[in-house]
């Protein structure tokens, strides 16, 4: 079976920036669950805004099933590989259920996850923290398939990322020797 290291966590926590340190440090592809998602988005010319995009990601699950990104990009990986940003309960069952997955939860405090978006430009919707929090609140919640906290919740390994990226770094490594 492929054996795939995940990286859930909410936007800007650094999740990508541990997949990314997994990916170099072990020298295996780095994938972004979005990927496929922001492909399809292009075809269809869906704008690439927060709000549109997980609302496309709600009926492209519906379309596809809930797993469909996972499924794409394990067919994208050969033995092993890095996948972060999973946002859908059904991504990660089925990665567990076709690979072996080393589910790593990132977090943050909501304060300083809202500054690394506003220095990044990552958020453009939304102006003050109190927005940041609203809209990943709703994000999460209602009609739409997207359940980041709930994700994180079923992590066998948890990092807090609030203290610089050397930090971040060991905190990966220390997992990474974990899971040999």
């Not at 859930?8 to 541990?18: E, N, R």
């Not at 805004?49 to 099933?65: C, D, N, P, V």
């Amino acid at each position: 079976m492929k054996k795939i290291i995940g990286f859930v966590g909410p936007i800007c926590s650094g999740k990508d920036t541990a997949g990314d340190y997994a990916s170099i440090k072990l020298q295996i592809p780095h994938y972004q669950i979005s990927e496929p998602l922001i492909e399809e988005a292009r075809k269809r010319e869906i704008p690439l805004t927060r709000k549109a995009i997980t609302s496309f990601g709600t009926a492209l699950a519906k379309e596809r099933g809930g797993d469909y990104l996972a499924r794409v990009l394990l067919g994208r990986i050969e033995q092993e590989g890095v996948i972060s940003g999973m946002r859908q309960l059904e991504q990660i069952s089925y990665l567990r259920s076709n690979s072996v997955l080393t589910l790593i939860s990132v977090d943050c405090p909501e304060k300083l996850r809202f500054e690394r978006a506003i220095a990044r430009k990552k958020i453009a919707e939304a102006l003050t923290p109190a927005e940041f929090i609203r809209d990943e609140i709703e994000e999460n919640s209602g009609e739409n398939i997207q359940r980041v906290f709930e994700c994180m919740r079923l992590a066998e390994y948890h990092i807090t990322n609030d203290s610089g990226l050397n930090n971040l770094y060991e905190q990966v490594d220390k997992i990474l020797r974990e899971r040999q």
